[in-house]
């Protein structure tokens, strides 16, 4: 039987932490003999050395490389690499994501700030720099009134994955602030007609739990969508801003007839939201529960899975109240 060897820790605790030290060198054995690596402290006062070493951390998502580079003591210096890296076109671009999204942590600094804006402008044509530095203001020390005017534009980018960014942006800086609310608001009722389906049911859903009264013409407007999932999110987002359900029932309900799946699972799955529904919704929840797909797609069977358990589990909870 054929036993193959043990993996080997290559300088981490475990493929989640940080690297406790540099690698010196790699013995290649004969086979099934474990790889050794010589220790060496890391010497922290090199930071240079121990940015890099951070950013070449490929078992590491972003989040604890950025941690790992502000628990250096010489935060000051750190930054000045960050920038010098964020700056040079000769960079590895697998480090920009995380040398982008860190400098966002830091925007009080005026220098960090002016980098950040300069790269929106440079990155022109190159989709993921200007996605990379858009999000980064998710976490912006900054004043955020400032933040919002130089976010503004990009809600209009030809480029779908830009708009979402800027949406996704918008969408955490009210999250973490509700004063920021009433600046955002506009900008994501102007998006509610953005031609990606997604920027628009997430608009929807977004204005709906902050209950954006002014948003309500553009919402009763999304009902008459061409795509189910945008209705049943502009339906939900209406009752949630006046209270009243009867039509957003009334539209998930005519969601869940049919052989599309488009607004299905979304219809089955809001519904658990209300208090009560009347006798036909359930029914057509039950008959949900039974949906099949007309199409030999993976994607296609996940959708009915997805919906046939939404559907169960709305079902459970009016079977639960009922009872």
């Known amino acids: 039987m054929f036993t193959s060897p043990r993996q080997v820790n290559r300088g ?18 004969e086979e099934n ?30 989040k604890p490389k950025i941690e790992g580079l502000f628990r250096h003591k010489d935060t000051d210096s750190v930054v000045r690499e960050l920038l010098q890296i964020a700056n040079d076109p000769k960079a590895p671009y697998a480090w920009l994501e995380t040398v ?6 830091v925007t009080d600094r005026q220098e960090v700030l002016s980098t950040l804006v300069s790269l929106l402008d440079s990155s022109a044509g190159d989709q993921m720099a200007t996605c990379f530095v858009i999000r980064a203001f998710e976490n912006s020390t900054h004043e955020s009134k400032a933040i919002i005017s130089i976010l503004r534009p990009y809600r209009n980018d030809p480029h779908f994955r830009i708009r979402w960014a800027t949406y996704y942006t918008l969408l955490q800086l009210g999250n973490k602030d509700e004063s920021n609310r009433s600046l955002i608001a506009p900008l994501l009722i102007d998006m509610l007609d953005d031609p ?63 052989d599309t799946y488009s607004g299905k699972w979304e219809a089955a799955y809001l519904l658990n939201e209300f208090e009560t529904l009347p006798p036909l919704t359930k029914k057509v929840l039950r008959e949900a529960t039974k949906f099949e797909v007309k199409s030999p797609y993976v994607g296609a069977m996940y959708e009915r899975n997805r919906i046939k358990r939404a559907a169960i589990a709305t079902l ?5 109240t009922d009872g």
Do not use: C
């Open 196 to 258: 990606w389906f997604r920027i628009r049911s997430d608009v929807s859903g977004v204005l709906g739990r902050w209950g954006v009264e002014a948003a309500l013409p553009g919402l009763r407007e999304r009902r008459q969508d061409n795509l189910g999932q945008v209705r049943v999110w502009a339906a939900w987002a209406e009752w949630k801003v006046t209270g009243n359900s009867d039509w957003a029932i009334a539209l998930m309900t005519t969601q869940l007839y049919g």
């Open 316 to 320: 459970k909870k009016f079977a639960e």
């Open 12 to 29: 981490f605790r475990s493929s989640f932490e940080v690297p406790l030290r540099k690698i010196i060198r790699l013995t290649v054995p």
């Open 33 to 62: 003999v474990p790889v050794t690596v010589e220790d060496a402290k890391t010497d922290e006062t090199d930071v240079k050395s121990y940015v890099q070493m951070m950013l070449d951390g490929s078992a590491l998502r972003p």
């Open 100 to 105: 982008i999204s860190a400098l966002g942590h």
